[in-house]
């Protein structure tokens, strides 16, 4: 994209503010006199390290005694567009997937967007070119994914913080609609992880990433830059805070941590004020494109390191979903509104019962059914790894599959069982929280057991129903067993009690032998429990 174009598109935040020309881009000449590390010039420049640790990067030094910002610079590393090894660590083994508690960081410092701009552009990618897409599409989706770092980045540098909220401005009936969506923000802010925009009816496929800023962009410089004549004048802007343009969330409130974050809207890797709609469809889409990905990827004369990475691509989508998904079960949508403050509603109110039950379903569906993960079968025998002098030394070469998708439902799990999700949906039940800690368990055990504990398990199922189990028991046994609720560890021994009584000597001779594991750890921890 045109860098020196990107200045028009910011400055208009600033007119609002009274500021004319705010924001002037222009090329550094060859023959420049002055240093780029000189303090009085703010540079947004290309570098190519050998191992970079980030993709782009907007530092900006400020005064630590009033707060103004003094100088600040872009960085945007050459792998943003051509790869890193954090991609091929991701894409390019089998036993590597998405897991949220590993982009912790310190939000004033290192900003991830170059990850999750790297993760969309591979999927979008791999749906654009299994989908027949022309050259000039595939350019237009990476010209809107750099410009939308580039953004992204000169947002921290003007003092915007990451607004993880921000996703939920659009229905996902307005993202899919090209015409609606032309010219915009596709969220709220551009300071958002959210995910890239790729329609499930390929045919109407529109605008792929944010080309602009976003309405909290513009109202937030407005209230940071504006010379206030009255006090009176700054509080009438600050009051507009309950607008659903200007929706707002940091890193502090989101939720890619069991730990921290209860607002499920407050999440990366989500879009639409619909998202577990908007992320069944991508599910959806992600298996359609997997169907076609051999036909797509395998070339002639080269190896399928190309299709092992779409295979990847492709299947983490399922597993940042249902990470999605899991977050909405107990969760609390937050509104920090002042008392009085028009448009306030309530601090805290739960998510409805029918809502946290339309996603367990799609985790059901999407990740916990018998047949979740059925991938075309020949599709394994060839998502070969390129081999590149020794590197096969750190393991075996072949596909990991059966980790690789226990990987997956382990990290909702964990979220689903974490001691606070567990007591978060206990103590909201006393404000208004109709799905209850009992129900939440009966439909997680229905999910992972009813549908074939009374015949044939596969060993999807058999990986995950071991895994459950033993959760459950470490809930009562283990080192963390005092910090669960009575009621949690209570559900806990009522389910495991359950599950002792479904798993009887039926099914095939795999099933059997499961089914006495089943049988024998449950026996075992029941011992213990005093």
């Known amino acids: 994209p045109d860098f020196t174009e990107l200045g028009i598109r910011l400055y208009k935040a600033f007119e609002k503010a009274g500021f004319k020309n705010a924001i002037v881009v222009k090329q550094q000449p060859d023959d420049a006199e002055w240093d780029a590390g000189d303090i009085r010039y703010n540079v947004l420049r290309w570098t190519a390290s050998p191992k970079p640790p980030f993709g782009g990067y907007g530092p900006s030094m400020k005064n630590p005694k009033t707060g103004e910002i003094f100088g600040a610079d872009i960085m945007l590393e050459y792998t943003m567009i051509t790869g890193s090894d954090f991609l091929s660590k991701l894409y390019g083994s089998d036993t590597?997937?998405?897991?949220?508690?590993a982009y912790e960081h310190e939000p004033e410092t290192n900003c991830i967007q170059r990850h999750v701009v790297m993760e969309n552009l591979q999927f979008a990618k791999s749906a654009a070119i299994i989908s027949g897409a022309t050259d000039d599409e595939i350019t237009r989706l990476q010209k809107e994914s750099i410009t939308a770092t580039v953004i992204h980045e000169i947002g921290h540098t003007l003092g915007l913080?990451?607004?993880?909220?921000?996703?939920?401005?659009?229905?996902?009936?307005?993202?899919?609609?090209a015409d609606f969506i032309e010219g915009k923000c596709l969220t709220a802010s551009v300071m958002d992880y959210a995910i890239t925009n790729v329609t499930k009816d390929r045919s109407k496929q529109g605008q792929y990433d944010d080309v602009t800023v976003g309405p909290y962009d513009i109202w937030a410089i407005q209230l940071g830059y504006t010379p206030f004549e009255t006090e009176e004048d700054r509080q009438a802007l600050l009051n507009e805070s309950t607008k659903p343009e200007h929706i707002f969330g940091n890193d502090a409130d989101d939720m890619r941590s069991s730990e921290r974050g209860i607002d499920p809207r407050v999440m990366i890797y989500d879009q639409s004020s619909d998202a577990v709609t908007y992320l069944i469809d991508r599910v959806e889409l992600t298996n359609d494109l997997l169907k076609d990905a051999k036909s797509k990827f395998i070339k002639e004369g080269q190896s399928y390191q190309e299709l092992r990475r779409a295979y990847y691509t492709l299947s983490n989508q399922k597993a940042i979903a249902c990470i999605v998904f899991s977050s909405y079960i107990g969760g609390i949508y937050i509104d920090r509104a002042m008392a009085g403050q028009i448009g306030e509603t309530q601090p805290y109110t739960p998510v409805s019962s029918a809502y946290q039950k339309k996603a367990m379903n799609a985790i059901n569906t999407y990740i916990f059914a018998p047949d979740a993960f059925d991938a075309p079968n020949d599709l394994y025998n060839y998502i070969a790894k390129q081999r590149r002098g020794f590197d096969f030394?750190?393991?075996?070469?072949?596909?990991?599959?059966?980790?690789?998708?226990?990987?997956?439902?382990?990290?909702?799990?964990?979220?689903?069982?974490?001691?606070?999700?567990?007591?978060?949906?206990s103590d909201s039940e006393l404000y208004g929280n109709e799905y209850s800690l009992s129900l939440v368990m009966r439909d997680l055990n229905d999910a992972i057991f009813k549908a074939d504990i009374s015949g044939n398990v596969n060993s999807f199922r058999q990986n995950l129903q071991l895994a459950y189990t033993n959760m459950l028991i470490d809930m009562l046994t283990g080192k963390q067993t005092d910090t669960f609720t009575n009621t949690s560890k209570s559900m806990a021994l009522?389910?495991?009690?359950?599950?002792?009584?479904?798993?009887?000597n039926?099914?095939?001779?795999?099933?059997?032998?499961?089914?006495?594991?089943?049988?024998?750890?449950?026996?075992?921890?029941?011992?213990e429990i005093k």
């Open 506 to 527: 039926t099914g095939n001779i795999s099933s059997k032998a499961h089914k006495q594991h089943l049988r024998t750890l449950i026996d075992n921890a029941l011992k």
């Open 494 to 504: 009522f389910n495991l009690k359950n599950i002792r009584t479904m798993a009887s």
């Open 161 to 177: 913080m990451h607004n993880m909220k921000a996703s939920q401005l659009f229905t996902p009936a307005q993202l899919a609609d």
């Open 393 to 425: 030394f750190s393991g075996s070469e072949d596909p990991k599959i059966h980790s690789q998708v226990l990987g997956y439902q382990k990290n909702v799990l964990k979220h689903l069982l974490h001691p606070n999700t567990l007591q978060r949906i």
């Open 96 to 101: 590597e997937y998405t897991n949220f508690d």
